[in-house]
């Protein structure tokens, strides 16, 4: 089993940049797919970027393409979503996860975080 412990959320200004963190639990965290998604108010949970288990494979979603990038230390167990020129309509409740598939379904991932706020002023 893995736990994950989203941080690094917060309140920063259209055009500004985050870091989110994901750190994982368990000593089998090199062998999982691991995704980023995210839910706005009044929205369903959408995809924004995975990697694979080795770091050689990333997929972003169109929204985010070009201005996000998803990267992982597996010797730290932490998965990463760095974030650059933010728009309002990024503000979300941002969810890493775990799975043993490399997918932009959410159903594909069996492990979740708690999640994290990204608020985008404009």
């Known amino acids: 089993q893995v736990q994950l412990v989203e941080s690094g959320g917060g309140l920063v200004q259209a055009g500004g940049s985050l870091r989110l963190s994901c750190a994982a639990s368990g000593r089998t965290f090199s062998s999982y797919n691991m995704g980023w998604f995210r839910q706005a108010p009044g929205k369903e949970r959408e995809f924004v970027a995975a990697?694979?288990?080795?770091?050689?494979?990333?997929r972003y979603a169109d929204c985010v393409k070009g201005r996000f990038t998803i990267s992982r230390d597996n010797a730290k167990n932490t998965v990463y979503l760095q974030m650059s020129s933010l728009k309002p309509e990024d503000t979300a409740v941002y969810y890493c996860?775990?799975?043993?598939?490399?997918?932009?379904?959410?159903?594909?991932?069996?492990?979740w975080g708690q999640g994290t706020q990204v608020t985008v002023s404009s």
């Open positions: 996860a775990a799975g043993a598939f490399y997918a932009v379904f959410s159903t594909a991932y069996d492990y």
């Open positions: 990697i694979d288990w080795s770091a050689r494979s990333t």
